[in-house]
C-alpha cells in the first residue's frame, strides 16, 4: 500500500531532522568540546552561566542565624554547585573597608563571608581568596572586623592587597575613556563573590553591592565620588559579580558608611542573593530600615540605565524565605 | 667564656633584631632595650624634671656594671655585635690600625666621657640630648627606619616583582621582615650615614665608637669603678704584648697597665697569654702587701681626661641649652627669647608641628622627654608617624610628627602611647585616645572638588566632617568641619584627591593657618 511509503517517509524526514538537527548543533558542540580538552583554551573557561530565570530571581531570607540564612539564600538560587564548579578559584569580596567591629555594621558580617567560603569550598572549589582594599590600615581593619579569623577558619586564602603596581591591572572604563587600575585576582578569577553589607553613605545615601566593588580599584578612589553613578558603571563592566550576597542582618542607618556607635545600627536581619547586581541592590533600598526607592540611589539607576541590569523589582521573582 | 660571651652577643642581638620585627601591632614587652638604658633613663629624668617608672628597670643595667663592669658592652650592646662581626669578617686584612704606629692607634682622645658630661650637663638645663648619641637609639633608629624600609623595597619590588618570587611574601611577612604596607620615612638616608660612619671608624681602630665615642659605654665605665669582676695581670708577666694586641678595646697599655673602665669583659685576653698570668675574675687582690707578695703588679692606671676638658665639655653642655631650647634664653630662667628655635615658634610657644596623639601638650616638655629612640616611628600602623629632620629647628631633630601625607592616625590605635620608654608620648587608654585632638582640620573651599572622600572616612562615629546640601538633597554645595568633634586624625587630609595641594588640611591649634580653634 501507499500508506506504509508515506509514513516511512515521514519517518524518515523526522529522523532525518532529528539526526540534522542534533549534528548541526551538536557537532560544534561536540568539536569545541575536544579543542577545549587538550590544548588550554585561550580564556579560562567561565562557569556555566545559570538558567535564564535565574538573572531574574533573587532570594531574601529573613531570620536570626545569619549563617544560616546565607546558607539557605544560595540554597533557593540552586545552591553554591550552580555557580562555582570542581576546581575553580572564587574570589569573596567582602566590604572590609573600615576598622570597626562586627557590631557596629561598618563592615560584612564574619559569619556570612564564612558561610560562603564553605559552601565554595563544598562545591568544589580549588582556592577561596578573601580580601578588600581596605580604606584604613589593612591589617586593622582585617583583624577587628574578625573577617580574617573567620574566612581563615572556614578555609579561605586571606589577601592583603598592597599600593603596589603589581597586584593591579589597568583596565578601560568604556564611559569614562579612562584606564583605572584594578585588583589583578578580581579578574583573574573563576567566579566572583561580592558580599557586601547594607548601609548608609553620606554621598550616595546607601552602599550596598555595586559600591562594594570599588574595594577592588586602585588607585586615589575619592575623586571618583563627583560621578559615581558613571564611574560604577564602567567598573560592572569590567568586573561582573557572578553572585551578589547583601549581608543586611545588621544595616546601618545613618552616620555611614563609617558608623562607629550602636545607635546607629538597626536590625534588618535579611540576607539577599541573587545573580543580577542591580537587582539585589534595588530589593535592598526598598528594605523598610532605608525606606527608599532603587531610582533614589544614583549609581543603582545610571546602572541600569546602562543595562547592567534589572532595576525594576516588578520583573523580578523574589524568593521569600524565613527561619 | 669567649664562646660563652659570642653565644651570648647572638643571643641579645637576635632578642633585639626579634623585638625590633615584633614592634608592628599587637603591642608586647618590645622596649626592653630601652627602658633598661642608663644613658636614656638618666638624661630623661635630668631633663624631663621627672621620675619615669618604666625606666626603673635600668638599674639592671646600673647593677651589673657596679659589679661586673662593662658586660652590657662586651656581651649585650648590638652595636658592639655588629662591629665584632664586620671587624671579623670584613676589616682584618685592611684594618688600618697595624699600619698606625702601636703608640699612636691606642691614644685617640676619649672623647666618649666629654660626651657624657656634654649630654649630662646639657640635661640638668632640661636639654636632652641622649637620643642622638646613644648606641641603642643609634642602632634602632638605622635597622628600623632606614635598613628595614630598604630590604622590604628589594624584597617587594625587585625579588616578588620583577623575579616572580612570589612565594616568598607569605612566609616573610609572617615572621615580620615583610611589611604589608609600604614602609617610608623621610630623611632615613641620615640614620644611614650615621652607621656607615661607626662602621667606617673600625677601619680605624677596631670598635673605635665603643672605645672613644660611646657616652653609654663612658656611663658604664664610670659605674664600673668598684666592679669585682677585674682583670689582673701576674708578676710573672713576660711583657710579649700578646694580650695588648689582642684587646679591642685598649683596656691594656703598651706599658701593660690596664685601664679597668675601658675593659668590657670579654675575656679574649685570658686565652692569648702565654704564661696564663692574665686573668679575669672574682679574686679580690690582697691590698697593703708588697707587689712581690700579691702576685700581682700594681698595673691599674686611669684612662680618663684631664679634669680641665671635663670642665670645658660640662661648659659646652650648659652653653647648648640655650640655643637648642625651644625656650631660648629662658632655659636660664629669664625671659630672653631670642634662639633660633624659639624665633620658629607662635605666640603660644607652640611648634607648628602635629605631634602624635599623647604626646606632653607643652611641645618644650615633649622635646625634653623624647630620647629619639624611634619606636612610635616603627610601630604606627600607618606609617603617618615620621622623624623630624630640621622641620622644628636642630633640637627637635628625630622628634616624630604626624604626617597626614604619608599616613594618618587611625582611630582604634594607641600603639605609640603604649611603647614610648619615657612616656613623652603619654600611655592613653583607647577610649582617652579617641578624644585626643591632635589638630583641627581646615577646608580651602576654593580647592575643594566636592567629592565627599573626608566626609566618607571621617572616622569619628558623629562625622566632623559634614556637607551642606543643596535643596533638593541631591549635590552637596560644600563641606565644613564641625570644629568640636574634629580630633585631626588626619585620614582626610591623606585620602583627598586634590592635587598637588589638598583641599583639606591639619593643621595644629597653634598654627596660624588653622581658622578652626
Redesign the interface.
Same mark, same amino acid.
Given at each position: 500500500m501507499k500508506k506504509n511509503n508515506n509514513c516511512s517517509r515521514r519517518e524518515f524526514l523526522e529522523k532525518g531532522a532529528l539526526i540534522g538537527g542534533l549534528g548541526f548543533f551538536g557537532l560544534p558542540l561536540l568539536t569545541t568540546h575536544l579543542l577545549n580538552g587538550e590544548p588550554a583554551p585561550p580564556e579560562k573557561p567561565a562557569p556555566d552561566e545559570p538558567p535564564a530565570d535565574l538573572t531574574k530571581t533573587i532570594s531574601v531570607v529573613s531570620g536570626d542565624d545569619p549563617a544560616k540564612m546565607t546558607a539557605l539564600a544560595i540554597e533557593s538560587l540552586g545552591g553554591m554547585a550552580t555557580f562555582v564548579k570542581k576546581d575553580n578559584v572564587v574570589v569573596v569580596k567582602p566590604n572590609i573597608a573600615? /576598622? $570597626?567591629a562586627p557590631e557596629l555594621a561598618a563592615t560584612t558580617n564574619p559569619e556570612v563571608v564564612a558561610t560562603i567560603v564553605r559552601e565554595c569550598l563544598k562545591a568544589g572549589a580549588k582556592t577561596v581568596k578573601v580580601f578588600d582594599r581596605t580604606?584604613?590600615?589593612?591589617?586593622?581593619c582585617y583583624r577587628?572586623s574578625g573577617i580574617e579569623a573567620a574566612a581563615k577558619e572556614a578555609g579561605a586564602e586571606v589577601l592583603?592587597i598592597? /599600593? $603596589?603596581?603589581?597586584f593591579y591591572k589597568e583596565m578601560p572604563f568604556p564611559k569614562k575613556k579612562v584606564t583605572w587600575p584594578i585588583v589583578k585576582e578580581a579578574l583573574e578569577c573563576d567566579v566572583l563573590i561580592n558580599v557586601p553589607i547594607a548601609k548608609h553613605?553620606?554621598?550616595s545615601k546607601l552602599t550596598l553591592g555595586i559600591k562594594n566593588l570599588m574595594g577592588l580599584m586602585g588607585g586615589?578612589?575619592?575623586?571618583?565620588?563627583?560621578e559615581l553613578g558613571l564611574y560604577l558603571s564602567d567598573l560592572l563592566t569590567v568586573v561582573k559579580p557572578h553572585l551578589t550576597i547583601i549581608d543586611a542582618y545588621r544595616v546601618l542607618v545613618s552616620?555611614g558608611?563609617?558608623?562607629?556607635?550602636p545607635e546607629?545600627v538597626k536590625m534588618a536581619r535579611k540576607i539577599i542573593a541573587g545573580v543580577d547586581p542591580v537587582a539585589v541592590d534595588a530589593y535592598a533600598t526598598t528594605l523598610p530600615e532605608f525606606g527608599l526607592t532603587p531610582y533614589d540611589i544614583e549609581h543603582i539607576f545610571t546602572a541600569s540605565e546602562n543595562k547592567l541590569g534589572e532595576i525594576d523589582l516588578k520583573k523580578i521573582k523574589i524568593i521569600e524565605k524565613t527561619i | 667564656m669567649i664562646s660563652l660571651r659570642r653565644l651570648s652577643q647572638i643571643i641579645f642581638i637576635g632578642l633585639f633584631i626579634y623585638f625590633l620585627l615584633l614592634t608592628v601591632d599587637p603591642h608586647s614587652p618590645v622596649n626592653v632595650f630601652f627602658i633598661t638604658n642608663p644613658l636614656l633613663a638618666l638624661t630623661t629624668i635630668l631633663a624631663g624634671r621627672t621620675l619615669v617608672i618604666l625606666l626603673g628597670a635600668s638599674l639592671i643595667i646600673i647593677l651589673s656594671a657596679l659589679l661586673l663592669g662593662r658586660v652590657f658592652c662586651g656581651w649585650v650592646c648590638p652595636l658592639g655585635t655588629i662591629l665584632d662581626v664586620f671587624h671579623k669578617f670584613i676589616t682584618p686584612k685592611i684594618c688600618l690600625e697595624k699600619k698606625i704606629p702601636a703608640g699612636l692607634s691606642r691614644n685617640f682622645p676619649k672623647i666618649k666621657y666629654l660626651l657624657l658630661v656634654l649630654i649630662l650637663s646639657a640635661a640638668v638645663l632640661g636639654i636632652n640630648l641622649a637620643g642622638w648619641f646613644d648606641p641603642i637609639t643609634i642602632t634602632f633608629k638605622f635597622l628600623a627606619l632606614s635598613f628595614y624600609p630598604a630590604l622590604n623595597l628589594i624584597i617587594k619590588n625587585i625579588m616578588i616583582d620583577r623575579w616572580g618570587w612570589s612565594g616568598l611574601s607569605q612566609p616573610l611577612e609572617n615572621v615580620g621582615i615583610l611589611d604589608r604596607n609600604e614602609v617610608f620615612f623621610q630623611d632615613a638616608a641620615v640614620f644611614i650615614i650615621i652607621f656607615l660612619i661607626i662602621l667606617g671608624l673600625i677601619f680605624i681602630q677596631r670598635r673605635f665608637w665603643c672605645r672613644n665615642l660611646c657616652p653609654l659605654g663612658a656611663l658604664l665605665g664610670l659605674l664600673s669603678f668598684s666592679k669585682l669582676l677585674r682583670l689582673k695581670i701576674g708578676t710573672d708577666c713576660l711583657t710579649c704584648q700578646k694580650c695588648v694586641k689582642t684587646c679591642k678595646m685598649g683596656a691594656i697599655n703598651n706599658e701593660i697597665k690596664i685601664l679597668q673602665e675601658e675593659c668590657i669583659q670579654c675575656f679574649a685576653c685570658v686565652p692569648v697569654c702565654p704564661v696564663d698570668t692574665v686573668s679575669l675574675n672574682f679574686k679580690p687582690i690582697p691590698v697593703l702587701t708588697n707587689q712581690s707578695e700579691t702576685g700581682f703588679r700594681p698595673t691599674e692606671i686611669s684612662g680618663l681626661p684631664a679634669r680641665r676638658s671635663f670642665l670645658l665639655a660640662a661648659l659646652i653642655g650648659v652653653a647648648s641649652a640655650p640655643l637648642l631650647s625651644a625656650r631660648g634664653g629662658s632655659a636660664f630662667g629669664g625671659k630672653n627669647n631670642l634662639s633660633p628655635a624659639a624665633l620658629t615658634t607662635t605666640d603660644n610657644n607652640v611648634l607648628a608641628i602635629l605631634r602624635p596623639p599623647g604626646a606632653l601638650p607643652s611641645e618644650e616638655e615633649f622635646m625634653n622627654r623624647c630620647v629619639r629612640c624611634g619606636q612610635c616611628l616603627k610601630i604606627c600602623p600607618t606609617n603617618g608617624l615620621q622623624p623630624l629632620f630640621l622641620q622644628s629647628g636642630l633640637y627637635g631633630m628625630w622628634t616624630p610628627a604626624l604626617m597626614p601625607l604619608i599616613g594618618y592616625c587611625t582611630y582604634e590605635c594607641n600603639l605609640c602611647t603604649q611603647i614610648c620608654p619615657t612616656e613623652a608620648i603619654q600611655p592613653l587608654e583607647i577610649d582617652v585616645k579617641k578624644k585626643w585632638v591632635i589638630g583641627k582640620a581646615c577646608i580651602n573651599d576654593r580647592l575643594c572638588i566636592r567629592c565627599g572622600a573626608c566626609e566618607e572616612h571621617c572616622p569619628v562615629p558623629e562625622k566632623a566632617i559634614k556637607a551642606v546640601w543643596d535643596e533638593y538633597g541631591e549635590k552637596p554645595l560644600r563641606y565644613y568641619v564641625e570644629c568640636d568633634l574634629c580630633i585631626g586624625c588626619g585620614l582626610c587630609e591623606h585620602v583627598c584627591p586634590v592635587k598637588p595641594v589638598r583641599a583639606i588640611r591639619v593643621y595644629h591649634t597653634g598654627d596660624k593657618k588653622c581658622f578652626n580653634r
Amino acid at each position: 500500500m501507499k500508506k506504509n511509503n508515506n509514513c516511512s517517509r515521514r519517518e524518515f524526514l523526522e529522523k532525518g531532522a532529528l539526526i540534522g538537527g542534533l549534528g548541526f548543533f551538536g557537532l560544534p558542540l561536540l568539536t569545541t568540546h575536544l579543542l577545549n580538552g587538550e590544548p588550554a583554551p585561550p580564556e579560562k573557561p567561565a562557569p556555566d552561566e545559570p538558567p535564564a530565570d535565574l538573572t531574574k530571581t533573587i532570594s531574601v531570607v529573613s531570620g536570626d542565624d545569619p549563617a544560616k540564612m546565607t546558607a539557605l539564600a544560595i540554597e533557593s538560587l540552586g545552591g553554591m554547585a550552580t555557580f562555582v564548579k570542581k576546581d575553580n578559584v572564587v574570589v569573596v569580596k567582602p566590604n572590609i573597608a573600615w /576598622e $570597626r567591629a562586627p557590631e557596629l555594621a561598618a563592615t560584612t558580617n564574619p559569619e556570612v563571608v564564612a558561610t560562603i567560603v564553605r559552601e565554595c569550598l563544598k562545591a568544589g572549589a580549588k582556592t577561596v581568596k578573601v580580601f578588600d582594599r581596605t580604606c584604613n590600615e589593612s591589617r586593622r581593619c582585617y583583624r577587628t572586623s574578625g573577617i580574617e579569623a573567620a574566612a581563615k577558619e572556614a578555609g579561605a586564602e586571606v589577601l592583603f592587597i598592597g /599600593e $603596589r603596581e603589581s597586584f593591579y591591572k589597568e583596565m578601560p572604563f568604556p564611559k569614562k575613556k579612562v584606564t583605572w587600575p584594578i585588583v589583578k585576582e578580581a579578574l583573574e578569577c573563576d567566579v566572583l563573590i561580592n558580599v557586601p553589607i547594607a548601609k548608609h553613605h553620606g554621598l550616595s545615601k546607601l552602599t550596598l553591592g555595586i559600591k562594594n566593588l570599588m574595594g577592588l580599584m586602585g588607585g586615589k578612589r575619592g575623586e571618583i565620588h563627583k560621578e559615581l553613578g558613571l564611574y560604577l558603571s564602567d567598573l560592572l563592566t569590567v568586573v561582573k559579580p557572578h553572585l551578589t550576597i547583601i549581608d543586611a542582618y545588621r544595616v546601618l542607618v545613618s552616620h555611614g558608611p563609617t558608623g562607629g556607635k550602636p545607635e546607629y545600627v538597626k536590625m534588618a536581619r535579611k540576607i539577599i542573593a541573587g545573580v543580577d547586581p542591580v537587582a539585589v541592590d534595588a530589593y535592598a533600598t526598598t528594605l523598610p530600615e532605608f525606606g527608599l526607592t532603587p531610582y533614589d540611589i544614583e549609581h543603582i539607576f545610571t546602572a541600569s540605565e546602562n543595562k547592567l541590569g534589572e532595576i525594576d523589582l516588578k520583573k523580578i521573582k523574589i524568593i521569600e524565605k524565613t527561619i | 667564656m669567649i664562646s660563652l660571651r659570642r653565644l651570648s652577643q647572638i643571643i641579645f642581638i637576635g632578642l633585639f633584631i626579634y623585638f625590633l620585627l615584633l614592634t608592628v601591632d599587637p603591642h608586647s614587652p618590645v622596649n626592653v632595650f630601652f627602658i633598661t638604658n642608663p644613658l636614656l633613663a638618666l638624661t630623661t629624668i635630668l631633663a624631663g624634671r621627672t621620675l619615669v617608672i618604666l625606666l626603673g628597670a635600668s638599674l639592671i643595667i646600673i647593677l651589673s656594671a657596679l659589679l661586673l663592669g662593662r658586660v652590657f658592652c662586651g656581651w649585650v650592646c648590638p652595636l658592639g655585635t655588629i662591629l665584632d662581626v664586620f671587624h671579623k669578617f670584613i676589616t682584618p686584612k685592611i684594618c688600618l690600625e697595624k699600619k698606625i704606629p702601636a703608640g699612636l692607634s691606642r691614644n685617640f682622645p676619649k672623647i666618649k666621657y666629654l660626651l657624657l658630661v656634654l649630654i649630662l650637663s646639657a640635661a640638668v638645663l632640661g636639654i636632652n640630648l641622649a637620643g642622638w648619641f646613644d648606641p641603642i637609639t643609634i642602632t634602632f633608629k638605622f635597622l628600623a627606619l632606614s635598613f628595614y624600609p630598604a630590604l622590604n623595597l628589594i624584597i617587594k619590588n625587585i625579588m616578588i616583582d620583577r623575579w616572580g618570587w612570589s612565594g616568598l611574601s607569605q612566609p616573610l611577612e609572617n615572621v615580620g621582615i615583610l611589611d604589608r604596607n609600604e614602609v617610608f620615612f623621610q630623611d632615613a638616608a641620615v640614620f644611614i650615614i650615621i652607621f656607615l660612619i661607626i662602621l667606617g671608624l673600625i677601619f680605624i681602630q677596631r670598635r673605635f665608637w665603643c672605645r672613644n665615642l660611646c657616652p653609654l659605654g663612658a656611663l658604664l665605665g664610670l659605674l664600673s669603678f668598684s666592679k669585682l669582676l677585674r682583670l689582673k695581670i701576674g708578676t710573672d708577666c713576660l711583657t710579649c704584648q700578646k694580650c695588648v694586641k689582642t684587646c679591642k678595646m685598649g683596656a691594656i697599655n703598651n706599658e701593660i697597665k690596664i685601664l679597668q673602665e675601658e675593659c668590657i669583659q670579654c675575656f679574649a685576653c685570658v686565652p692569648v697569654c702565654p704564661v696564663d698570668t692574665v686573668s679575669l675574675n672574682f679574686k679580690p687582690i690582697p691590698v697593703l702587701t708588697n707587689q712581690s707578695e700579691t702576685g700581682f703588679r700594681p698595673t691599674e692606671i686611669s684612662g680618663l681626661p684631664a679634669r680641665r676638658s671635663f670642665l670645658l665639655a660640662a661648659l659646652i653642655g650648659v652653653a647648648s641649652a640655650p640655643l637648642l631650647s625651644a625656650r631660648g634664653g629662658s632655659a636660664f630662667g629669664g625671659k630672653n627669647n631670642l634662639s633660633p628655635a624659639a624665633l620658629t615658634t607662635t605666640d603660644n610657644n607652640v611648634l607648628a608641628i602635629l605631634r602624635p596623639p599623647g604626646a606632653l601638650p607643652s611641645e618644650e616638655e615633649f622635646m625634653n622627654r623624647c630620647v629619639r629612640c624611634g619606636q612610635c616611628l616603627k610601630i604606627c600602623p600607618t606609617n603617618g608617624l615620621q622623624p623630624l629632620f630640621l622641620q622644628s629647628g636642630l633640637y627637635g631633630m628625630w622628634t616624630p610628627a604626624l604626617m597626614p601625607l604619608i599616613g594618618y592616625c587611625t582611630y582604634e590605635c594607641n600603639l605609640c602611647t603604649q611603647i614610648c620608654p619615657t612616656e613623652a608620648i603619654q600611655p592613653l587608654e583607647i577610649d582617652v585616645k579617641k578624644k585626643w585632638v591632635i589638630g583641627k582640620a581646615c577646608i580651602n573651599d576654593r580647592l575643594c572638588i566636592r567629592c565627599g572622600a573626608c566626609e566618607e572616612h571621617c572616622p569619628v562615629p558623629e562625622k566632623a566632617i559634614k556637607a551642606v546640601w543643596d535643596e533638593y538633597g541631591e549635590k552637596p554645595l560644600r563641606y565644613y568641619v564641625e570644629c568640636d568633634l574634629c580630633i585631626g586624625c588626619g585620614l582626610c587630609e591623606h585620602v583627598c584627591p586634590v592635587k598637588p595641594v589638598r583641599a583639606i588640611r591639619v593643621y595644629h591649634t597653634g598654627d596660624k593657618k588653622c581658622f578652626n580653634r
